[in-house]
């Protein structure tokens, strides 16, 4: 069987699959930012793992989330961060019993 393609429709065809070539790629690179290979991250890199902004990631240095500093450079390692943050979960209940506990106290 022989398929012949006008060059109109090549040019769709690499036109439509071109933005999922790329998103694809971006996914990989992605992936490969966010796994373990890379245990430690920048606070650019923590914010974006994250999905909070940079500013986010400071005030959460500043309220005891774990932050190692070498040479003044400051490295945020992925397990302890997500440690720190299942410390400071709370269940449905917890939050309402916390948001009626500065009540209680007028």
């Given at each position: 069987m022989?398929?012949?393609?006008?060059?109109?429709?090549?040019?769709?065809?690499v036109s439509?699959?071109?933005p999922i070539v790329i998103a694809t790629v971006q996914n990989s690179i992605n992936s490969v930012i966010h796994?373990?290979?890379?245990?430690?991250?920048n606070r650019r890199e923590m914010a974006k793992y994250l999905g909070v902004a940079e500013s986010t990631v400071s005030a959460w240095v500043s309220i005891g989330m774990p932050v190692?500093?070498?040479?003044?450079?400051?490295?945020?390692?992925?397990?302890?961060?997500?440690?720190?943050?299942?410390?400071?979960?709370?269940?449905?209940?917890?939050?309402?019993?916390?948001?009626?506990?500065?009540?209680?106290?007028?």
């Amino acid at each position: 069987m022989n398929i012949n393609l006008t060059d109109a429709l090549i040019e769709r065809i690499v036109s439509e699959l071109r933005p999922i070539v790329i998103a694809t790629v971006q996914n990989s690179i992605n992936s490969v930012i966010h796994n373990d290979s890379h245990p430690y991250l920048n606070r650019r890199e923590m914010a974006k793992y994250l999905g909070v902004a940079e500013s986010t990631v400071s005030a959460w240095v500043s309220i005891g989330m774990p932050v190692a500093t070498i040479d003044g450079r400051k490295l945020y390692g992925k397990k302890t961060v997500t440690q720190w943050l299942k410390s400071h979960e709370m269940t449905v209940e917890s939050q309402c019993q916390h948001q009626k506990s500065p009540q209680l106290l007028q």
